[in-house]
């Protein structure tokens, strides 16, 4: 008998095994690999080896000996001719703004002279050469490990004693932006709730046929294609579209003040809104079928008005769909990238939009990778209290 | 409605009226823009928005010219091959490891299950930017971005998630005495799965395909990062339509998706009617 549950136990786990090897190779490795570049980042230390290792004899104060210079600027001639000099050269000036032009400018008035004095040459190509801060963003770039990258995400950096200290308040942007992202996830879910609520109690209070009907107009935006759905909210939201020309012909505004609607944050709102609206209305509705008409009519019969009777009686065991819904919806909207992308403009975007701007365009992949840890670490916590309070395997999508 | 729920006051029938009103409400706002999208692609004049002969009903303002436009274009033409034959060949992987995790899943012999199944179901809850920025950095580093391969796996395990939740929701219901009774009778693991399990939970495995193959059917992000202009799908080209330049082919094109999704809401409804509700996942 144990023998055989034990071959069951294997047998089962046997029947998982190529799934969890498939998910393992195709998500799980590209999530690490993603994860790892928030703390790793070699470029700088392969690329300018020479000139670390005699840097780390630098006392951090006064300026680096002539060694020191001759490594930068041999490395420096070498990169620039393999063309690789860019991708150092933006790496070290993201620790001190101006060192991407000094690096560049002084590789290429260095590449055919041998003078006598480098420190002398570098200087006169980039005066910043002469101050230790250009040499500690040198020494700080060429850390192989790092959580510069986390600091960063989090509005905070490094001062030049190495003490963490906040941003300077023009450059916080990450904090407020995440906390706008949670605060819109809140805001969403809480209208998802108020108007999904409602609807998934005349859905499971319908009788069968009708209640069959008015689900299916829940589940076929769900199924519709995301960028239909936002396609269909510029169409009625954009200053020439079909609300506002409404608007305009009722006279409740005029031609010269048409409403912006869309490319806003109200954009973002309204879409983000309707396409996770199902989300909360299929768990409610799943909680609410299970809840037996008659106990409702045993509350009237023992007196009690419908509030009472709804207070007391229906609304209590409503609350795991409640806590299922809004889970969904919040872990939902806390990542959304594609509705914001396109109808939120330049003031409805989302943490998810930032991380997409320094994948695609600052190329810095290192605050990339650790803004999505970040909103990573906040989704796992949330879809772990779900997975306590709901369970995954009570989700459903018919 | 009266037979179900119970009867209160007078009040409380105003309440009823009041709530149906907000539920009307609440629909038109889940189904009305959807609906805008479908006579607005037959505007023969290029905009957004309902001209005034569209209004009057006049012939000459509605056109199939945006129809025509995308069913000679090229570029659609390739998207929508490139989203067929991704979305086929993902579903296919997606179902078939699905199905097999979902029988171990089941099996009340299973170890760590709440550990595998969250593991599972993982793609599905992981922001999308996140997945796809780790997805490019791993087909790059393997030197497969901008390959059909990169998308199809991708999507495969995307859509994994949405057969192991439905599958196993079908097995929940499945009576494991069928399988020790098929056992007893002398047929092994395979005949066992062939003629008894899958036939029974065929609606769920049928109904898990769908979804894997709509839900890389309407995937965009992970195109973005690891397609090139030969991967370009229809959501790719629907993207660059709306961000780039902004034309009612798209409309015609939306028009044909909702169609494309009532017709999938059509055959899960008669699948799962087909097979009575008893296959039915738990809601």
């Given at each position: 008998?144990?023998l055989?549950?034990?071959?069951?136990?294997?047998?089962?786990?046997?029947?998982?095994?190529?799934?969890?090897?498939?998910?393992?190779?195709?998500?799980?490795?590209?999530?690490g690999?993603?994860l790892?570049?928030?703390?790793?980042?070699?470029?700088?230390?392969d690329?300018?080896?020479?000139?670390?290792?005699?840097?780390?004899?630098?006392?951090g104060?006064?300026l680096?000996?002539?060694?020191?210079?001759?490594?930068?600027?041999?490395?420096?001639l070498?990169?620039?001719?393999?063309?690789?000099?860019?991708?150092?050269?933006?790496?070290?000036?993201?620790?001190e703004?101006?060192?991407?032009?000094?690096?560049?400018?002084?590789?290429?008035?260095?590449?055919?002279?041998?003078?006598?004095?480098?420190r002398?040459?570098?200087?006169a190509?980039?005066?910043?050469?002469?101050e230790?801060?250009a040499?500690?963003?040198?020494q700080r770039?060429?850390?192989?490990?790092?959580l510069r990258?986390?600091?960063?995400a989090?509005?905070?950096?490094?001062?030049?004693?190495?003490?963490v200290?906040?941003?300077?308040?023009?450059q916080r942007?990450?904090?407020?932006l995440?906390?706008?992202?949670?605060?819109?996830?809140?805001?969403?879910?809480?209208?998802?709730?108020i108007?999904?609520?409602?609807?998934a109690?005349?859905?499971?209070n319908?009788?069968?046929?009708r209640?069959?009907?008015?689900?299916l107009?829940?589940?076929?935006?769900?199924?519709?294609?995301?960028l239909?759905?936002?396609?269909?909210?510029?169409?009625?939201?954009?200053?020439?579209?079909v609300?506002?020309?409404?608007l305009v012909?009722v006279?409740?505004?005029?031609e010269?003040?048409?409403?912006?609607?869309?490319?806003?944050?109200?954009?973002?709102?309204?879409?983000?809104?309707?396409?996770?609206?199902?989300f909360?209305?299929l768990?409610?509705?799943?909680?609410?079928?299970?809840?037996?008409?008659?106990?409702?009519r045993?509350?009237?019969?023992?007196?009690?008005?419908?509030?009472?009777?709804?207070?007391?009686?229906?609304?209590?065991?409503?609350l795991?769909g409640?806590?299922a819904?809004?889970?969904?919806?919040?872990?939902?909207?806390?990542?959304?990238?594609?509705?914001?992308?396109?109808?939120?403009?330049r003031?409805?975007?989302?943490i998810?939009?930032?991380?997409?701007?320094h994948?695609q365009?600052?190329?810095?992949?290192?605050?990339?990778a650790?803004?999505?840890?970040?909103?990573?670490?906040c989704?796992a916590?949330?879809?772990?209290?779900?997975?306590?309070l709901?369970?995954?395997?009570r989700?459903?999508?018919? | 409605?009266?037979?179900?729920t119970?009867?209160?006051?007078?009040g409380d029938?105003?309440?009823?009226?009041?709530?149906?009103?907000?539920?009307?409400?609440?629909?038109?706002?889940?189904?009305?823009?959807?609906?805008?999208?479908?006579?607005?692609?037959?505007?023969?004049?290029?905009?957004?928005t309902?001209?005034?002969?569209?209004?009057?009903?006049?012939?000459d303002?509605?056109?199939?010219?945006?129809?025509?436009?995308?069913?000679?274009?090229?570029?659609?033409?390739?998207?929508?091959?490139?989203?067929?034959?991704?979305?086929?060949?993902?579903?296919?992987?997606?179902?078939a490891?699905?199905?097999?995790?979902?029988l171990?899943?089941?099996s009340p012999?299973?170890?760590?299950?709440?550990?595998?199944?969250?593991?599972?179901?993982?793609?599905?809850i992981?922001?999308?930017?996140?997945?796809?920025?780790g997805m490019?950095?791993?087909?790059s580093?393997?030197?497969?971005?901008?390959?059909?391969?990169?998308?199809?796996?991708?999507?495969?395990?995307?859509?994994?998630?949405?057969?192991?939740?439905?599958v196993?929701?079908?097995?929940?219901?499945?009576?494991?005495?069928?399988?020790?009774?098929?056992?007893?009778?002398?047929?092994?693991?395979?005949?066992?799965?062939?003629?008894?399990?899958?036939?029974l939970?065929a609606?769920?495995?049928?109904?898990?395909?769908?979804?894997?193959?709509?839900?890389?059917?309407?995937?965009?992000v992970?195109?973005?990062?690891?397609?090139?202009?030969?991967?370009?799908?229809?959501?790719?080209?629907?993207?660059?339509?709306?961000?780039?330049q902004?034309?009612?082919?798209i409309?015609a094109?939306?028009?044909?998706?909702?169609?494309?999704?009532?017709?999938?809401?059509?055959?899960v409804?008669?699948?799962?009617?087909?097979?009575?509700?008893?296959g039915e996942?738990?809601?």
């Amino acid at each position: 008998m144990a023998l055989s549950l034990a071959g069951a136990r294997v047998r089962a786990a046997a029947l998982t095994l190529p799934l969890v090897a498939f998910i393992g190779v195709t998500f799980l490795a590209p999530l690490g690999l993603m994860l790892a570049r928030s703390v790793h980042e070699p470029l700088v230390a392969d690329s300018l080896p020479d000139t670390l290792a005699v840097l780390e004899n630098w006392d951090g104060v006064s300026l680096p000996g002539e060694d020191v210079f001759q490594a930068l600027a041999r490395e420096l001639l070498t990169l620039h001719k393999q063309r690789s000099l860019g991708g150092v050269a933006t790496r070290v000036n993201r620790l001190e703004s101006g060192m991407r032009s000094a690096i560049v400018r002084t590789a290429r008035q260095l590449r055919n002279a041998d003078p006598g004095s480098w420190r002398e040459a570098m200087i006169a190509a980039a005066p910043i050469w002469n101050e230790p801060k250009a040499w500690r963003a040198l020494q700080r770039s060429g850390e192989r490990y790092t959580l510069r990258h986390f600091l960063h995400a989090l509005d905070l950096e490094r001062d030049s004693e190495g003490n963490v200290v906040a941003q300077p308040p023009d450059q916080r942007i990450y904090l407020s932006l995440l906390g706008r992202t949670l605060m819109v996830s809140v805001v969403i879910t809480v209208i998802c709730l108020i108007l999904g609520y409602p609807v998934a109690y005349l859905i499971a209070n319908s009788p069968p046929s009708r209640s069959n009907l008015l689900l299916l107009l829940v589940l076929v935006p769900f199924w519709t294609s995301l960028l239909v759905r936002t396609t269909s909210w510029i169409v009625l939201l954009q200053n020439q579209g079909v609300i506002n020309d409404l608007l305009v012909a009722v006279g409740l505004t005029t031609e010269e003040s048409r409403i912006p609607m869309i490319y806003n944050m109200t954009g973002t709102l309204v879409a983000m809104t309707q396409i996770l609206l199902p989300f909360m209305v299929l768990p409610l509705y799943a909680v609410m079928r299970t809840i037996a008409p008659s106990q409702m009519r045993a509350a009237a019969a023992l007196g009690a008005s419908f509030g009472q009777a709804f207070v007391r009686v229906y609304w209590p065991q409503t609350l795991p769909g409640i806590a299922a819904g809004s889970l969904l919806v919040f872990i939902l909207s806390i990542g959304y990238y594609i509705t914001p992308a396109l109808v939120g403009g330049r003031t409805g975007q989302l943490i998810s939009n930032l991380i997409a701007y320094h994948m695609q365009q600052s190329l810095n992949w290192g605050l990339a990778a650790a803004l999505g840890a970040i909103l990573l670490v906040c989704v796992a916590l949330l879809f772990f209290l779900f997975n306590r309070l709901v369970g995954v395997e009570r989700m459903r999508f018919t | 409605m009266t037979s179900r729920t119970a009867s209160f006051g007078l009040g409380d029938r105003l309440a009823r009226w009041l709530h149906l009103a907000f539920c009307a409400a609440v629909f038109v706002f889940l189904i009305a823009p959807m609906l805008v999208v479908v006579p607005l692609s037959f505007n023969a004049e290029p905009y957004f928005t309902f001209s005034e002969g569209m209004l009057a009903l006049d012939a000459d303002a509605y056109s199939l010219r945006w129809y025509r436009n995308i069913v000679e274009d090229e570029e659609w033409r390739l998207a929508l091959a490139n989203s067929l034959f991704i979305g086929l060949a993902a579903a296919a992987i997606a179902t078939a490891l699905g199905v097999l995790a979902a029988l171990g899943l089941a099996s009340p012999a299973m170890p760590g299950r709440a550990l595998v199944t969250g593991l599972l179901i993982s793609p599905m809850i992981t922001p999308i930017i996140i997945s796809a920025a780790g997805m490019f950095f791993f087909y790059s580093y393997l030197g497969l971005s901008q390959t059909h391969l990169s998308l199809v796996l991708a999507h495969a395990a995307l859509g994994t998630p949405f057969v192991v939740i439905t599958v196993t929701a079908t097995l929940a219901g499945f009576d494991r005495n069928l399988v020790r009774a098929a056992e007893s009778l002398g047929a092994g693991p395979f005949v066992v799965f062939r003629r008894v399990q899958l036939p029974l939970i065929a609606p769920g495995v049928i109904a898990g395909a769908l979804f894997a193959f709509a839900a890389s059917f309407d995937e965009v992000v992970t195109v973005l990062f690891l397609g090139g202009l030969e991967q370009r799908t229809i959501p790719r080209q629907m993207w660059a339509g709306i961000r780039e330049q902004i034309s009612p082919e798209i409309l015609a094109v939306a028009t044909f998706l909702v169609a494309f999704v009532l017709v999938l809401m059509g055959v899960v409804e008669w699948l799962r009617g087909r097979h009575g509700h008893q296959g039915e996942p738990a809601r």
